[in-house]
């Protein structure tokens, strides 16, 4: 592992003199890699996963489960946070010095949120991949139909103008 | 951008207003008086007394009006698809299908490439018939 400000590249091109006459001759590329790897002295995983909650030490406030129904929580998550807000300017008003606790509250609504958020994410990749198979299903299907034709136009016209050599 | 993105701009623009409202309001209030033991506070000017009453109503006026959007762009979420299990089923099937669809596009594309291949040669002969027919001049 280089370590030096400005690293030359490495000398692998070396191996590759005789590529073009025998390509076999050649190292081949290094496999993907798997697990955790350091790049630039950070630690790296190829696993992305969502943390849960729990494991950032976050108390969740909407019900765990195989199936959260977003919407509900989502909805139910923004009331929360309204009347926490309403209750901090309540505080702030009548017992100035008892603000924390309420900023402590509003701040793990806000974690709650971002997290139901980004636990969607993996839903809209697998839609997005559902979307795109569809389209390719659909192009795939329109190129069928036009060879078909063309080669139905092309019979054709060659039928034809045997036709017309033969009347010749 | 998409729905989910939107809604996470509009999770960081409600806590900005809310931030932004506690922090304005702390910073411009006009002083009060707490006991009737301390005089009372010097008179601010009109004009600025007018302009701060309007801030509390527009600022939270602003926040609810960020909290509604927040439930508009919820009640917009796709979720059409009830499980992971569901989507993963569907992706299977449309996998099959596009590998059938394309072994087809497939086999009629090696036929029309044939095709083309038997009629370049029909016009390579037919041209070199028309070349030994035509007498020169």
């Known amino acids: 592992m280089a370590t030096a400000t400005y690293p030359p590249p490495p000398p692998y091109y070396r191996l590759y003199k005789n590529y073009l006459e025998d390509p076999k001759s050649a190292p081949e590329p290094p496999p993907p890699v798997e697990g955790t790897y350091v790049c630039f002295g950070a630690n790296y995983t190829t696993d992305d996963v969502l943390p849960s909650l729990e494991e950032q030490g976050v108390r969740q406030l909407y019900p765990k489960g195989p199936n959260v129904d ?21 505080v702030l008003v009548q017992r100035p010095s008892q603000y924390a606790r309420r900023v402590e509250e509003i701040s793990l609504i806000f974690k709650n949120l971002h997290h139901l958020l980004n636990s969607l994410r993996p839903h809209q990749a697998r839609a997005t991949i559902i979307h795109i198979l569809e389209l390719q299903i659909q192009r795939r299907k329109q190129a069928v139909e036009d060879i078909k034709r063309r080669r139905e136009e092309a019979q054709r016209l060659l039928k034809e103008s045997l036709g017309t050599l033969d009347g010749q | 951008m ?11 623009t409600i806590a900005s207003l809310a931030f932004n409202t506690f922090g304005t309001l702390q910073r411009d209030a006009p002083p009060v008086r707490l006991s009737p033991n301390y005089p009372e506070p010097p008179a601010v000017p009109a004009e600025d007394a007018a302009n701060f009453a309007e801030q509390p109503k527009l600022m939270s006026a602003a926040l609810v009006k960020a909290a509604k959007q927040f439930d508009a762009l919820v009640a917009a979420l796709p979720l059409s698809e009830g499980g992971e299990e569901a989507q993963l089923k569907r992706i299977a099937e449309l996998q099959a299908e596009n590998d059938s669809v394309g072994q087809e596009l497939q086999k009629q594309l090696e036929a029309a490439e044939k095709e083309l291949k038997q009629v370049q040669e029909l016009f390579n002969q037919a041209a070199d018939n028309c070349l030994n027919l035509k007498k020169p001049d």
Do not use: M
């Open chain 1, 70 to 90: 977003y919407k509900k929580e989502l909805r139910s998550l923004n009331r929360e946070l309204q009347l926490h807000i309403l209750e901090l300017a309540d």
């Open chain 2, 2 to 12: 998409d729905i989910i993105s939107q809604l996470q701009e509009q999770v960081n």
